[in-house]
């Protein structure tokens, strides 16, 4: 079985930060999400990983090669963004007749997903949501089987979203039905749908079961970045790198704080993730995640998402700052 992650897309919804940074490198809980997704197929026996990847993908594949190395990885280039399904079908060569199981870069669930990895047919991943019209949608029928899947339904018949999780055994036949839709579609000047493609299969007469996840954690947006972050520190606990150097710190567990961070005068936590050589000093920090080399004094931050090499000076403001930046609020 092979692992398909979809990890191409601009993630313009976490602006500024994904200019310069990938959203699938978007720290959370002391990890990134793309290690979260990777760590939890690999703990699940999968070895061999397919990566689609396009804007800032050479960062994507300097974070596997130097994190994975003991997987075996695949990097297929989706150079212009005609949607979901043209990515799955871009690793067609890759995958040939195997099973795959593939899952978007930016979901992370909690499920059994040793039990979807063992069972013998095609699953989709699903959960109840509120207002299932900004959703591919799963109608099913009491036996769980998916009678039907519509992206996006205008009057949705269902409130039983798909989450982005995908076991398929026939490959073959997705990658038939993608084959016409892509053509179709890019000539068209229209996205190719993956949920279109399911119902192709469906159609063509090809089961899938629905399994329900028991948590999805929205990284979609920062607000709710931020509100996973804690969820999932509440959950894991906390890590904090013995190479460090704390001077009259106060922890408020859960916390995860990265290699090298110098932290002196200051209250961290909860719910705080901190990249690898952050500087804080004089400061109050909790219910927010801090980038790599950030350089933080004599702020009170809270619920807030700060970037990579960013400097903050001055006083308490709730904030939203990407990478490369430089703030003087003094």
């Known amino acids: 079985m092979k692992a398909i992650i979809p990890v191409a897309g601009a993630g313009t919804r976490l602006r500024p930060h994904t200019y310069t940074q990938p959203k699938a490198l978007i720290p959370l809980a002391g990890k990134t999400l793309l290690s979260i997704i990777v760590d939890q197929l690999a703990e699940a026996g999968i070895r061999e990983f397919v990566f689609v990847v396009g804007y800032l993908g050479d960062k994507i594949q300097d974070y596997v090669k130097q994190h994975y190395?003991?997987?075996?990885?695949?990097f297929i280039l989706q150079s212009e963004r005609h949607g979901l399904g043209h990515a799955i079908y871009l690793t067609k060569e890759v995958v040939g007749n195997d099973e795959i199981f593939i899952v978007l870069g930016d979901t992370i669930c909690e499920y059994n997903i040793n039990e979807v990895i063992k069972s013998s047919g095609s699953m989709l991943g699903v959960k109840k949501v509120d207002d299932p019209r900004d959703f591919g949608v799963a109608e099913i029928a009491e036996n769980e089987l998916i009678t039907r899947v519509v992206e996006k339904p205008q009057i949705p018949k269902s409130n039983m979203a798909l989450v982005g999780i995908y076991k398929i055994n026939d490959s073959p036949m997705l990658f038939?039905?993608?084959?016409?839709?892509?053509?179709?579609?890019?000539?068209?000047?229209?996205?190719?749908?993956?949920?279109?493609?399911?119902?192709?299969?469906?159609?063509?007469?090809?089961?899938?079961?629905?399994?329900?996840?028991?948590?999805?954690?929205?990284?979609?947006?920062?607000?709710t970045l931020i509100e996973s972050n804690a969820t999932l520190m509440k959950k894991l606990g906390g890590k904090i790198s013995p190479h460090h150097s704390f001077e009259n710190v106060i922890i408020v567990p859960p916390v995860s704080i990265g290699y090298g961070c110098n932290i002196a005068n200051a209250i961290i936590g909860p719910n705080v993730a901190i990249g690898e050589e952050a500087k804080i000093s004089y400061s109050i920090v909790k219910d927010s995640i801090i980038g790599d080399y950030a350089n933080i004094r004599g702020v009170v931050l809270h619920n807030s998402l700060v970037g990579s090499d960013t400097e903050i000076k001055g006083e308490s403001r709730t904030l939203n700052i990407g990478d490369n930046t430089h703030i003087d609020l003094g």
């Open 69 to 74: 190395a003991h997987l075996r990885c695949h």
């Open 176 to 223: 038939s039905c993608l084959e016409e839709m892509v053509v179709s579609h890019i000539q068209d000047h229209k996205e190719c749908s993956f949920t279109d493609a399911l119902e192709c299969m469906i159609s063509r007469g090809v089961v899938f079961k629905s399994f329900k996840v028991q948590n999805w954690f929205d990284c979609g947006k920062i607000d």
